[in-house]
């Protein structure tokens, strides 16, 4: 037994005593240590990927399940491939063979190797896609734009990074990043415009595997014109995107059954054509007819990699859809069942074509044996269906960790399935998804034009990864300098000639990615900067507490029954705009809590260290803020649900407070050392100076001003010593007063603050925040619609953000609360009997039928100084 275990049992058997001797329950066994539950949690997290590993039934179910959310646009590029390379006939069976060459390796070097076996093992807790890498790298480096985290964040679960040595390449890598600011908006921009592109294959991938499985009628229906594939394009797509918002819960099980028919049947058909038509293209397996492809193509063998690259479209979505399944399951599926059918289909294609080189319009169907043409049409349009549900999906979850990290306007995000939180409907994206789609596919109305914008926006989102990979493996993963060199390296050379092959096609239909995608770029960067700049101007004008605390316990107003959550963006400080509203109006509520909601670069903040609390301000002041912290795949609950887990760690706070007030020196805090002894003494003069202190819901740290519980290893009440009768008072009377001003109504007060740019700053940067900004601000959801909050207990104060000259104030009155407000004072008035200055001021700003309050809500003049401390 160790003197760790000794100190265990001595102090169970001192709480035992303690709780047979004066009957007052289990004392909090402050004696363990922060790391020891967080540890546990930390591994039993990064371990639930390895746990699945251990069953071989269960690898196996998941990675057939991972077939039909993972595989489905890498598996419908069979479909158009060939044609898009030789979009006239072919002139040489040669070039067959050169190009079948191309697609065996690049599939081999891209999907096979760079993605399965090392992007993928790049994820973010099983999370995947590019802002999952960007997470990464920000809590590796402080390269987020947004400085609106705190110390306490990187304590949490799964907020884990990794140190470096001083004089280590990795941070010399991570000091030459956080350098210059240029160098976090370069880095974020390289980011955006991965996403962007990601958008752009939602909006692609559905127009080209709908419309090249469409075009199977006409192969059977030579005299069919071209416009009815279309007409039959469009409708399976706007039924595809009408059914979005039933989601995939009930029908997502059909999904892996129908890509695993669809790939064994492809494979299948690879079979017997090489059997039936020419044997010989199994020799594109040597390198060397790559080589004398090129030098017989020429320019035309160097622009038809475009049309060879499709062959890897559906890479990008392997990588983003990766959040369901283990690395293993997705290795396990691609390299058994996905990696040999594709070889197969294409050389079956590549066999077909030697003999029938006029057929190369619609390769895949012609090569279909007749007897088992429509049953393979029929399963083909139900994988290209189920391709693009997976890219949809995927494009809704990449916009809402967009949305989570700041970087895309307000939407409405609605969870369709109970049991999966990443199956999710983005409504006003589906619908823009749908419009984009249809008048791609009708558009352009051919399979050729598409593929040249579809390889576009390809090519560009696997450079993005690139460039984010090799910071992984440089902060992350720490590797030599060799390796990474090496990775880099060989990826650069195949996407940077994927990508000059392009380039010539960008007239040719690859224009519109890059349009789509300069669009939504512009709106995530200019929302993106718009947000920076709010936020900086709120950490500049924050409230000092000297004035705070010089207003006194009543903050010069007559306080009313009730709770004020007050909605900020500031995780530390008073914000601004709580000065304006204690200046304009004539009470406030007799507890204040300053709600801040912030979203980490982490995908998951653990329910239990998900509310931060702390004491602003002396005790008699009731002030708290709260920091309720969320992870981008995290689901904001309801309203109600909200508010009961708020006002719990609340309640647990003001226990927990009254608890290290009372305690004494005794051994049972001996082990924290000089530290806590210095944060039980901030804790004890807390009143005098106005400290703030820390709590978690189950957690404990010790720190100079922070104090956090553990979960008790007994389910009894908390006490106190008999000599800890007076601090046990104050906190039963403190929690009795909570209760009844929780009971007399809680109103939920927004900020909100509107920017506009200088007067001498440029005419870009006037039309991005004047225009573009305030129109995106506009439309997009309100933060009470966002939060939840009902209307009719909704306060909402705003103020103008101009930087060339001082703030301008105006107030968004809600009828309805005011008067609300306005009864609770007058009844306070008459008990107190307040003065008839006082009342006439109170009726002065009394609410008028019409929804008016005379005047006193109307914005301040732009010359009129607020009464507001100076900073």
């Not at 500031?570 to 200046?583: C, E, K, N």
């Not at 909200?642 to 927990?656: A, C, G, I, N, W």
Request: charged fraction near 20%; charge should be positive; proline fraction near 4%.
């Amino acid at each position: 037994m160790n003197v760790q275990e000794e100190k265990d049992m001595e102090m169970a058997s001192r709480i035992e005593m303690d709780e047979d001797n004066d009957n007052r329950g289990s004392m909090w066994d402050l004696d363990q240590k922060l790391d020891q539950p967080m540890d546990e949690e930390a591994g039993r997290l990064r371990n639930m990927y390895k746990e699945k590993k251990s069953s071989a039934l269960l690898l196996l179910r998941l990675a057939f399940q991972s077939l039909g959310v993972v595989y489905g646009d890498l598996g419908t590029s069979p479909l158009y491939v060939f044609y898009n390379t030789f979009p006239g006939k072919i002139e040489d069976p040669e070039d067959v063979v050169g190009a079948l060459s191309l697609i065996i390796y690049s599939l081999t070097l891209i999907p096979l190797l760079k993605y399965v076996f090392v992007v993928c093992k790049a994820n973010d807790n099983g999370q995947g896609g590019t802002f999952a890498l960007y997470s990464l790298l920000c809590r590796h480096a402080k390269i987020k734009t947004i400085p609106n985290q705190h110390r306490t964040d990187e304590e949490l679960t799964t907020y884990s990074r990794s140190t470096f040595h001083e004089q280590s390449f990795a941070a010399k890598t991570k000091r030459w990043l956080e350098r210059h600011v240029s160098r976090k908006n370069a880095l974020l921009i390289l980011v955006l415009v991965g996403t962007c592109m990601v958008i752009g294959d939602g909006i692609l991938t559905p127009a080209i595997s709908v419309l090249s499985a469409a075009g199977g009628i006409k192969v059977d229906h030579p005299g069919m014109s071209n416009g009815v594939v279309v007409v039959v394009a469009v409708v399976i797509l706007v039924g595809l995107f009408s059914l979005q918002h039933y989601g995939t819960d009930k029908v997502s099980w059909l999904f892996a059954p129908i890509v695993l028919v669809w790939f064994l049947v492809i494979g299948g058909i690879g079979i017997y054509n090489i059997w039936k038509y020419d044997s010989s293209v199994l020799k594109a397996f040597s390198p060397v007819y790559i080589y004398r492809y090129f030098r017989r193509g020429g320019k035309d063998g160097w622009t038809s990699l475009g049309g060879i690259m499709l062959s890897i479209t559906g890479t990008e979505a392997l990588f983003a859809d990766l959040s369901h399944f283990p690395v293993a399951a997705v290795q396990l599926a691609f390299t058994v069942v996905v990696f040999p059918c594709l070889l197969l289909a294409y050389s079956g294609q590549a066999a077909y074509l030697m003999s029938n080189r006029d057929h190369v319009v619609d390769a895949f169907y012609r090569s279909i044996p007749d007897s088992i043409y429509w049953p393979v049409f029929i399963i083909a349009t139900a994988a290209a269906i189920v391709a693009s549900q997976a890219t949809i999906t995927a494009t809704f979850s990449i916009i809402k960790q967009a949305l989570a990290l700041g970087c895309f306007p307000r939407v409405k995000v609605v969870h369709t399935s109970k049991k999966f939180l990443g199956q999710i409907y983005v409504p006003d994206i589906n619908w823009i998804l749908m419009i984009l789609c249809i008048a791609v596919t009708a558009g352009f109305k051919n399979q050729n034009q598409i593929g040249n914008a579809y390889g576009t926006a390809v090519v560009i989102v696997m450079l993005v990864t690139t460039l984010l990979m090799t910071l992984i493996m440089i902060l992350v993963w720490r590797c030599h300098w060799i390796l990474v060199l090496l990775f880099t390296g060989l990826s650069l050379v195949v996407e940077c000639t994927y990508f000059s092959a392009v380039l010539f096609k960008v007239d040719q239909g690859g224009w519109v990615p890059l349009v789509i995608a300069a669009a939504f770029l512009l709106i995530m960067y200019v929302w993106h900067y718009g947000t920076l700049k709010r936020y900086e101007f709120e950490m500049h004008s924050k409230v000092s507490m000297a004035w705070i605390l010089g207003l006194g316990p009543s903050l010069g107003l007559v306080r009313v029954p009730g709770i004020g959550l007050v909605y900020t963006e500031l995780a530390s400080g008073v914000p601004h705009i709580f000065s304006h509203f204690i200046t304009n109006l004539p009470a406030i509520h007799s507890v204040v809590v300053f709600v801040c909601v912030k979203y980490l670069p982490v995908y998951t903040v653990p329910e239990e260290e998900r509310f931060l609390v702390k004491r602003i301000g002396p005790k008699n002041f009731h002030m708290f803020r709260c920091v309720a912290r969320y992870g981008y795949k995290d689901l904001h609950k309801k309203d109600d649900e909200f508010e009961k887990k708020l006002f719990d760690s609340l309640f647990l706070f003001v226990r927990l407070e009254s608890m290290m007030e009372g305690c004494s020196d005794s051994d049972e805090y001996s082990l924290y050392g000089q530290q806590t002894e210095r944060s039980r003494e901030g804790l004890l003069n807390n009143n005098g100076n106005g400290n703030t202190i820390t709590s978690y819901a189950d957690t404990t740290i010790s720190s100079v001003d922070s104090i956090v519980p553990v979960k008790s290893p007994m389910q009894g009440s908390m006490t106190v010593r008999s000599s800890e009768h007076v601090s046990s008072q104050t906190e039963t009377d403190e929690l009795e007063f909570l209760n009844s001003c929780r009971d007399a109504g809680v109103v939920h007060i927004l900020g909100n603050t509107v920017v506009r740019a200088r007067r001498e700053s440029r005419f870009y940067k006037k039309i991005a925040i004047d225009y573009v900004y305030a129109f995106l601000r506009k439309i997009c959801r309100e933060h009470s619609v966002i939060f939840n909050v009902p209307h009719e207990s909704l306060l909402n104060v705003g103020q103008v953000n101009v930087p060339s000259s001082k703030p301008r104030w105006y107030v968004y009155p809600m009828v309805n609360v005011k008067k609300a407000v306005a009864v609770r004072l007058d009844t306070v008035a008459k008990s107190e009997k307040l003065s008839d200055q006082r009342h006439d001021r109170n009726q002065a700003r009394q609410c008028k039928p019409d929804g008016t309050n005379g005047g006193e809500d109307r914005p301040v003049k732009a010359g009129k100084k607020p009464r507001l401390p100076s900073h």
